[in-house]
């Protein structure tokens, strides 16, 4: 909901300057997901992100740890690594212009005709070395910050590392990854993802298993949105029979539908029960509370990444600036991770970046025996929008969005961008001053 004069404007979704504070100011001063751990096992491993202009290396050293570079060479500019985005092996960076190398702790190491060039300028590391940025490691992930002044992963993650370390995220692998490239401003795409106001209307079938009613709770500059799921929606007509859905989501939990005693109304208590009285699984049942057994517990990760998390997996989704600079144009990843029992090899996946739209959502994610009915029902109905959205946002007769308290989540990220941009605030201010909001469920 807008506080006091607070708005959020409809040019922020397509201006080229606002993108470009966003860059400085945003992008570049917050902690962002990058690879999983497991992608850089071994000396010499390499992993290529893009993140919106720039390339970026991810290398494990000589001395075990995980760095991040620039992908760029500082003679003249020329990336390193050449590859598509994802993992590969180095034993040195060696520009394909001019042959200068660089070892893996991104000294500068050969420079052919040395003596041409100023040697002190050549010994100077900060001059000549590969440019590093922050990285740290946690929940399986590698993180890295583009800004010096950053607060520290934990500080920034605040009330959200208690919360998210119950689920053990580290245990996950990956199952399928896919980028989604959409005409549309990433806020767009996030904002539709961060409220549950628009089930009742474009999800109308998740009614019949989930609430379409989700608390919200804002944990400093990050946030928390409860989806119930196992029970229907008060909006649906029949409460008493078990669904098709229901019925999956009792099998789900080791419980025979054709045998269970109760209406529709008791399957989210039976599902809690069954997962509470398990042993020795691979899933986190046991440092779990009765909401997170059963519910999509979907946190937000400030400025631009959601996990939506359930006991059995959880999906990562991570928002992106496009490459080209286009305000217009943005990067989703959909990112699937799954909790594997010992001996269990993750299956093989394969990423690309498919532009939104020309191919049926459900195609394009290979979920295999994870399916759900996320992907279909609820995914491919969302990015079907946003470029709608986008467009209509544009329109002279659109002044600004009319937010309910349902959607609070939206005007309180736009509020700390606009806070970063203006000046009013540093990311360590908004740490300092962000509120956390206390619930029955810490979750």
Same mark, same amino acid.
């Given at each position: 909901?807008?506080?006091?004069?607070?708005?959020?404007?409809?040019? +922020? @979704?397509? &201006?080229?300057?606002?993108?470009?504070?966003?860059?400085?100011?945003?992008?570049?001063?917050? +902690?962002?997901?990058?690879?999983?751990?497991?992608?850089?096992?071994?000396?010499?491993?390499?992993?290529?992100?893009?993140?919106?202009?720039?390339?970026?290396?991810?290398?494990?050293?000589?001395?075990?740890?995980?760095?991040?570079?620039?992908?760029?060479?500082?003679?003249?500019?020329?990336?390193?690594?050449?590859?598509?985005?994802?993992?590969?092996?180095?034993?040195?960076?060696?520009?394909?212009?001019?042959?200068?190398?660089?070892?893996?702790?991104?000294?500068?190491?050969?420079?052919?005709?040395?003596?041409?060039?100023?040697?002190?300028?050549?010994?100077?590391?900060?001059?000549?070395?590969?440019?590093?940025?922050?990285?740290?490691?946690?929940?399986?992930?590698?993180?890295?910050?583009?800004?010096?002044?950053?607060?520290?992963?934990?500080?920034?993650?605040?009330?959200?590392?208690?919360?998210?370390?119950? @689920?053990?995220?580290?245990?996950?692998?990956?199952?399928? @990854?896919?980028?989604?490239?959409?005409?549309?401003? +990433?806020?767009?795409?996030?904002?539709?993802?961060?409220?549950?106001?628009?089930?009742?209307?474009?999800?109308?079938?998740?009614?019949?298993?989930?609430?379409?009613?989700?608390?919200?709770?804002?944990?400093?500059?990050?946030?928390?949105?409860?989806?119930?799921?196992?029970?229907?929606?008060?909006?649906?007509?029949?409460?008493?029979?078990?669904?098709?859905?229901?019925?999956?989501?009792?099998?789900?939990?080791?419980?025979?539908?054709?045998?269970?005693?109760?209406?529709?109304?008791?399957?989210?208590?039976?599902?809690?029960?069954?997962?509470?009285?398990?042993?020795?699984?691979? =899933?986190?049942?046991?440092?779990?509370?009765?909401?997170?057994?059963?519910?999509?517990?979907?946190?937000?990760?400030?400025?631009?990444?959601? =996990?939506?998390?359930?006991?059995?997996?959880?999906?990562?989704?991570?928002?992106?600036?496009?490459?080209?600079?286009?305000?217009?144009?943005?990067?989703?990843?959909?990112?699937?991770?799954?909790?594997?029992?010992?001996?269990?090899?993750?299956?093989?996946?394969?990423?690309?970046?498919?532009?939104?739209?020309?191919?049926?959502?459900?195609?394009?994610?290979?979920?295999?025996?994870?399916?759900?009915?996320?992907?279909?029902?609820?995914?491919?109905?969302?990015?079907?929008?946003?470029?709608?959205?986008?467009?209509?946002?544009?329109?002279? &007769?659109?002044?600004?969005?009319?937010?309910?308290?349902?959607?609070?989540?939206?005007?309180?990220?736009?509020?700390?961008?606009?806070?970063?941009?203006?000046?009013?605030? &540093?990311?360590?201010?908004?740490?300092?001053?962000?509120?956390?909001?206390?619930?029955?469920?810490?979750?």
């Amino acid at each position: 909901m807008n506080n006091g004069s607070f708005k959020v404007r409809p040019e +922020w @979704y397509s &201006s080229p300057e606002r993108a470009e504070q966003e860059w400085d100011h945003v992008w570049s001063a917050t +902690w962002h997901m990058g690879p999983r751990v497991e992608e850089l096992t071994d000396v010499g491993d390499t992993f290529l992100h893009t993140f919106g202009r720039e390339s970026l290396i991810f290398v494990r050293d000589n001395d075990n740890e995980v760095r991040g570079y620039f992908n760029v060479c500082r003679h003249r500019g020329n990336r390193l690594l050449l590859a598509e985005d994802g993992p590969g092996f180095v034993r040195e960076f060696r520009c394909a212009f001019h042959g200068w190398c660089y070892g893996l702790d991104g000294g500068l190491e050969r420079v052919p005709y040395a003596d041409r060039f100023d040697a002190e300028t050549l010994a100077d590391r900060s001059r000549s070395g590969l440019r590093e940025f922050r990285t740290e490691t946690w929940a399986g992930w590698v993180w890295f910050t583009l800004g010096d002044a950053t607060p520290d992963l934990t500080t920034y993650l605040g009330p959200l590392k208690d919360r998210l370390e119950r @689920y053990r995220m580290d245990r996950a692998r990956i199952v399928d @990854y896919k980028t989604f490239e959409f005409g549309c401003n +990433w806020k767009t795409c996030f904002d539709s993802f961060h409220e549950s106001y628009h089930f009742q209307s474009l999800h109308r079938e998740v009614l019949a298993w989930g609430n379409e009613d989700a608390p919200i709770t804002l944990l400093n500059i990050h946030s928390k949105m409860i989806n119930e799921y196992g029970r229907p929606s008060r909006l649906y007509e029949d409460q008493v029979s078990i669904n098709t859905m229901l019925a999956a989501v009792l099998a789900g939990a080791g419980i025979d539908p054709a045998d269970f005693p109760g209406t529709a109304a008791d399957v989210r208590d039976a599902v809690r029960d069954a997962k509470r009285a398990m042993t020795g699984t691979v =899933f986190p049942y046991e440092t779990l509370n009765d909401s997170q057994l059963t519910d999509a517990h979907h946190y937000t990760l400030f400025p631009a990444l959601h =996990f939506n998390l359930f006991p059995e997996f959880y999906v990562a989704m991570r928002y992106r600036p496009h490459p080209s600079g286009d305000p217009e144009r943005m990067y989703f990843d959909f990112i699937l991770c799954v909790p594997l029992a010992e001996g269990v090899t993750p299956p093989d996946y394969s990423h690309r970046v498919v532009r939104g739209g020309a191919e049926p959502v459900g195609e394009i994610l290979t979920w295999g025996d994870w399916k759900h009915p996320v992907v279909e029902q609820v995914l491919a109905q969302d990015v079907g929008l946003v470029e709608f959205v986008q467009k209509g946002m544009k329109s002279r &007769s659109f002044e600004e969005p009319i937010l309910s308290v349902d959607e609070r989540r939206i005007s309180h990220h736009h509020r700390m961008i606009d806070d970063l941009i203006c000046g009013r605030a &540093s990311v360590a201010d908004l740490i300092s001053t962000m509120p956390v909001e206390q619930t029955g469920d810490q979750g």
